[in-house]
C-alpha cells in the first residue's frame, strides 16, 4: 500500500529538513549582506563633569569638578542626531557608533541658563573607542 504511515513520515521528514536547511541558508546569505562590524565595536565613552563646584575658590584648596548627570545629543556631520543618550549618576556614558566625525553636545537642563557646556567635536576609529571628558560650565563665580 502506497502512502503508508512509515513513508508519509520519511517525506515529511525530508521537507522538514529541507525548510531548515532553506532557512538557513537565507540567514547566511542575508547576515553576508549586512555591513560588517568590529567584534569589539566602536563609539564614543566617557565621563561628563560639572565645575566649579566652590563658590569661591580660594588658593590651596581644591575644588575638583564634580560627576554630572545629563542628557546629551551626539551629532553627524550632515547635523543629524544620531544618538541620545543621558550620562548615569557618575557622569559616565558610553554609545555604539561607526566610524566618523561628530558632536557631543550636552543638552541644558535649563535652557538659556547655567550650567551650559560647548559641544565637542570627535573622530571614531574603526574597531576603537573614542575616549571624552565633557566639561560642564557650572555658572558658578
Known amino acids: 500500500m502506497r502512502g503508508g ?22 540567514a547566511a546569505l542575508l547576515a553576508a549582506c549586512l555591513p560588517a562590524r568590529d567584534a569589539n565595536g566602536s563609539g564614543v565613552e566617557g565621563q561628563v563633569l560639572i565645575g566649579p563646584m566652590c563658590p569661591v575658590i580660594q588658593a590651596g584648596q581644591a575644588c575638583p569638578d564634580q560627576p554630572f548627570e545629563t ?13 541620545q543618550g543621558t550620562a548615569d549618576e ?6 555604539p557608533l561607526e566610524t566618523g566625525e561628530y558632536l557631543f553636545i550636552p543638552v541644558p537642563p535649563n ?3 547655567p550650567p551650559t557646556a560647548a559641544p565637542l567635536p570627535f573622530r ?18
Do not use: N, Y
Request: net charge positive.
Open 124 to 141: 571614531v576609529e574603526q574597531g576603537e573607542w573614542a575616549r571624552l571628558t565633557v566639561r560642564v560650565d557650572s555658572g558658578i563665580r
Open 90 to 95: 557618575k557622569g559616565q556614558f558610553r554609545v
Open 111 to 113: 535652557p538659556g541658563g
Open 5 to 26: 504511515p512509515s513513508e508519509r513520515g520519511r517525506v515529511s521528514g525530508s521537507r522538514t529538513a529541507a525548510l531548515v536547511m532553506m532557512c538557513l541558508v537565507g
Open 71 to 83: 542628557k546629551f545629543e551626539i551629532v553627524d556631520r550632515a547635523g543629524k542626531v544620531v544618538a
